[in-house]
């Protein structure tokens, strides 16, 4: 053994599911040779199935990195980056072995070997492995979650009862349900037989609910709420489509569609008393930090005839109301959001770009992997129910033992079936999202641009901010994912920003580090 490197391998799958399965035999089967051809003597090795995505529970990962800082390891040996970690927390720790303990970190089946000697493309492609197959996780958990939803509660209004219904349950199964509430349905009702006269302004709606409920806030946006909502005829807006409730209406749909037509022809006649047209992206953009009403603007003609667009909180009682502050000063505040592409070189925007098609690639593969097992096992259980229906043919089972036989097996294939669809879901949008990543790399120095089309760059905004409010005249944002992930992994004191690179200093206003 002498001259070899002394090595650790740890093989990891993330379910219980996998553990006889693919993952642990084939990572075995490829980390023991890869150790004899690249001179690594394993001391010692750990074979766990344990979950990556809460990674204070991943106690045999923690046991594994302390044995290689107390036993002089220089070299760990994972299948692929994301069998290693898929967070910013593991993430530190190995750069932590890298720097403070000379450790390479090979990775088998991606030919990846980093240390803290790697060139930056290389340890980018470390990092891309963790914010993708992160994100990649994520999808699958929301579309597993999605399909049992679906199943469960199909025409069923799951969240806070809109005014005029009122959460209960069920006595005889204690669901919960959404019934018309005896008290304020009559008022919603008394809107919509209202408004289309004509002769009731919002506000003046909004008054007539104060007077029949003393003491409730009511504001205007309450009822634009109500006549816009398609729940009160029956129908519930769910991802931007509508399905029938099982919940009782309140108004008939017909009295519904003649208020949206009396609300559009209010809205053209606003729009026609406007002597110019001043695009105001913004509104369409921020909310109220203080109230989450809507953000609206204004333009101001000053005396030198220069024109100015100021926004502020739409709410007149809210403390945001007098806080006004220029469309200027709000795109100066937008630039710092962009703040993270500037540490990228162009040579590393480019290796991302590169590195970003090659994860997306492998992320297929594994879909194709999964889907194809899962397709196996669904097979499997078709057999068997055929089978069980060709007892049943022949009189070996009745129809009550049929039925019993059948139940089990058909409930696994609908769970197979359904869980295919979930990894297929996960495996497109994590594409698409990638996709739009690589198109943001592409355009983020355009945005900081003073001369680029205003709402270019608020569309641009929109893909990259997650939540944004205007509070006390400033923009407060997190980014969408996995872009957080993205730019947490580049707040690590190495790898591939410019300022390595490029070790001049630069200068960054203290505002935009807090915004």
């Known amino acids: 053994m002498s001259g070899k490197i002394k090595a650790v391998r740890f093989d990891r799958v993330s379910s219980d599911d996998q553990r006889d399965g693919y993952s642990l035999d084939a990572q075995r089967d490829n980390g023991i040779p890869y150790a004899k051809n ?46 290693a970690c898929r967070g910013l927390k593991s993430a530190v720790l190995i750069e932590e072995l890298m720097d403070e303990h000379g450790v390479a970190f090979h990775f088998t089946r991606e030919h990846l070997v980093i240390d803290k000697n790697s060139p930056p493309q290389e ?68 809107i919509f037989e209202l408004y289309p006269s004509g002769n009731y302004p919002l506000s003046a709606l909004a008054d007539l609910v104060r007077e029949k409920l003393p003491g409730r806030i009511v504001s205007k946006r309450l009822i634009e709420t109500v006549l816009e909502n398609p729940f009160y005829y029956g129908m519930m807006k769910v991802r931007g489509k509508l399905i029938k409730g099982t919940h009782k209406p ?37 909310k109220c930090g203080a109230c989450n009403h809507s953000v609206t603007g204004e333009s101001v003609k000053k005396k030198s005839g220069l024109k100015y667009v100021y926004y502020r909180c739409a709410n007149a009682k809210c403390v945001e109301y007098k806080k006004r502050v220029r469309q200027e000063d709000l795109f100066e505040q937008l630039a710092t959001a962009f703040a993270p592409f500037g540490k990228w070189t162009p040579k590393a925007t480019q290796a991302f770009i590169q590195t970003m098609h090659g994860r997306l690639q492998d992320l297929d593969l594994y879909t194709q992997k999964m889907t194809g097992e899962l397709a196996t096992a669904r097979l499997e259980i078709k057999k068997r129910i055929e089978q069980l229906d060709k007892y049943h043919a022949d009189g070996i089972l009745s129809e009550a033992e049929h039925a019993a036989a059948v139940a089990v097996p058909k409930s696994a294939l609908a769970a197979k079936t359904a869980e ?68 947490q992994l580049t707040d690590l004191p190495v790898w591939w920003r410019r300022r390595e690179l490029n070790p001049r200093p630069q200068v960054i206003h203290s505002w935009a580090l807090h915004s």
Request: with cysteine.
């Open 250 to 286: 309140i108004v008939a749909k017909e009295l519904f569609d003649k208020c949206q037509k009396v609300r559009g022809i209010r809205a053209a006649k606003h729009n026609t008393m406007r002597l110019e047209q001043i695009p105001k992206p913004f509104m369409d953009f921020l």
């Open 123 to 190: 340890k980018l492609r470390f990092s891309l492995g963790i914010t993708l197959a992160k994100y990649y996780i994520d999808n699958l958990k929301t579309e597993i979650r999605k399909g049992i939803d679906a199943k469960l509660d199909k025409g069923v209004w799951n969240g806070k009862a809109p005014f005029g219904f009122k959460n209960t349950r069920d006595e005889h199964s204690n669901k919960a349900v959404v019934e018309v509430d005896e008290i304020t349905a009559p008022i919603v009702q008394e």
């Open 420 to 487: 295919i669809q979930a990894y297929q879901s996960a495996d497109l949008k994590t594409f698409e999202e990638g996709s739009r990543i690589i198109q943001l790399f592409h355009k983020a120095h355009n945005f900081m641009q003073l001369d680029a089309n205003e709402l270019e760059k608020i569309r641009l905004a929109k893909m990259v901010l997650s939540n944004p409010t205007l509070l006390d005249r400033t923009i407060r944002f997190s980014y969408q994912k996995p872009l957080d992930d993205l730019f």
């Open 38 to 83: 690249n001179n690594l003597n394993v001391v010692k090795f750990w074979s766990v199935s344990e979950s990556a995505s809460k990674e204070a529970d991943r106690t045999e990962f923690f046991e594994m990195i302390e044995y290689v800082k107390g036993n002089q390891i220089k070299a760990v040996i994972f299948d692929k980056v994301d069998r």
